[in-house]
């Protein structure tokens, strides 16, 4: 060995640092030996410690009806672990060492419920059975104003119905320039406006149709035949329209033609204020001549102050045999001179407001409006008549009439607790002044054959028309 020793010494000189590597490559074989031994270690324990691991499984149901419960929240208290049960109940924790644990099972409406489990290598079953609080809700009751004005809303009303009807809403109607309901409703398909206020549905006058407003028939605002007068509504206070064009067990008998249901509104969304001013020109009336007799100081409100009254006393029929009658006659004031002017524009004024105040669950609002009307018309109407041989007489009527209303709707409401009371008038006057100028042609012509004849009247009609709504409980 030494001489081995000093064969190398002579032949690579000093070996001191052949003995310091080789002590390094000692310690490093040692040191991996060292870590693999550590890493067997760790192995190992982790096998003995997963061979004492088991599994916690268990279904949560309803103590009453034993139903599964989903969405379950369950902890495992030492594990710090939770997890929800599934759409059948069930929850499941896995590689749980050995030994005992506390499992909190909690729900909404349930009361909270803690058990001790215990894992020994197998899976631990539990049937968790949830008791309810006790506190049982009593049934919700949702209330709520039910809305008609909407498209939507007016569409639904029209499908309800099994009848054909066409309709249109405040929602439709707040996106036009429509002044009345006149204006509204010539907007329905197979309904026509007449002098801007009357309604033909289908070819058939007005007096095969009926019209009812907010549910109640409307009154007529003509003197001698059914109508209703539609531009006294404002297009702004109207909730809905519907024309209905076909019979039904649910709507009156009285029409052929169409039955109109005008309803308007006593509480607004929101605050509004218009005022509209309208000149119109009437061919071959507006700028004629026209007649008309004296006229009273409130005929351009649609009334007469007294100026055309018949005087007190005056009998009922006058003839030749009634001592009394020039003396009848005679206290009629001699007024009876035809004036002659020109026939201006049409006039149309409107004004209309509305507001509501909300003061937290109360809410009171109210519409109201004012219109005013002044119109006129002048036209001729020839009328011959015939026997059975000759051809006898010949009329010239030059007709004038005058007409000046005044229409004021006043609709006011209080909602409180999706309760509603609403009160809603309608006040409408309307004055029409005509002269009737007729000339007679008798056939054959000689020198009486000429006759010069003219009649002059006044009519005066006011209509009022009031409704409460009050909700009632049965």
Known sequence: MLNNYLIYWKRFGNLSQFHSAAKHRNFALKNKTMKSFILLVIFYLGLVIASFAGTIKGTVIDAKDASNLTGVIVILEKQNKTTVTDANGVFEFKDIPNGSYKLTVRYIS????????????????VLVKLVGEGNELKGVVL???????????????????????????????????????????????????????????????????????????????????????????????????????????????????GMVKVFT??????????????????????????????????????????????PAGTPAFLDKSNSNALAATKRFSNNWVLNQGALGLDQRINFSIARVWKMKKVKVGTIGSVSYTKTGTNYSMLRQDFDSLNY???????????????????????????????????????????????????????????????????????????????????
């Open 265 to 310: 509104s006593a509480i607004p969304e929101k605050n509004g204020m218009s005022f509209g001013v309208q000149s119109s020109y009437r061919q071959n009336s507006t700028g004629t001549t026209i007649n008309y007799n004296e006229r009273s100081s409130t005929d351009f409100l649609g009334y007469d102050n007294g100026q055309r009254a018949i």
């Open 110 to 125: 349930y009361k909270a419920q803690t058990l001790n489990v215990t894992v020994s290598d197998n899976t631990a079953s």
């Open 392 to 474: 006898n007489f010949s009329y010239k009527d030059q007709i004038s009439t005058l007409r000046n209303s005044v229409n004021i709707m006043w609709n006011t409401g209080v909602s409180f607790r999706n309760s509603r009371i609403e009160f809603k008038n309608l006040l409408s006057q309307t004055g029409r002044a005509f002269v009737n100028m007729r000339n007679n042609n008798f056939i054959p012509q000689d020198s009486f054959s000429k006759e010069l004849v003219y009649n002059m009247g006044y009519e005066s009609i006011r209509n009022y028309m009031s409704q409460l709504n009050v909700p009632c409980k049965s």
């Open 143 to 257: 209330k709520s104003s039910k809305i008609t004005h909407t498209e939507m809303a007016v569409i639904s009303e029209v499908k309800k119905n099994s009848v054909t009807v066409s309709a249109v809403g405040a929602a439709q109607i707040s996106k036009s320039m429509d002044r009345n309901a006149a204006d509204v409703v010539k907007r329905i398909p197979g309904v026509t406006v007449q002098d801007d206020k009357f309604i033909m549905v289908r070819g058939l006058m007005d007096r095969y149709n009926t019209t009812w407003l907010n549910d109640a028939a409307a009154p007529s605002s003509e003197v001698d035949k059914k109508a209703f007068s539609f531009d006294v509504i404002p297009s702004g206070a109207i909730d809905r329209l519907l024309v209905f064009k076909t019979p039904s067990a649910e709507l009156p008998g009285d029409f052929a033609g």
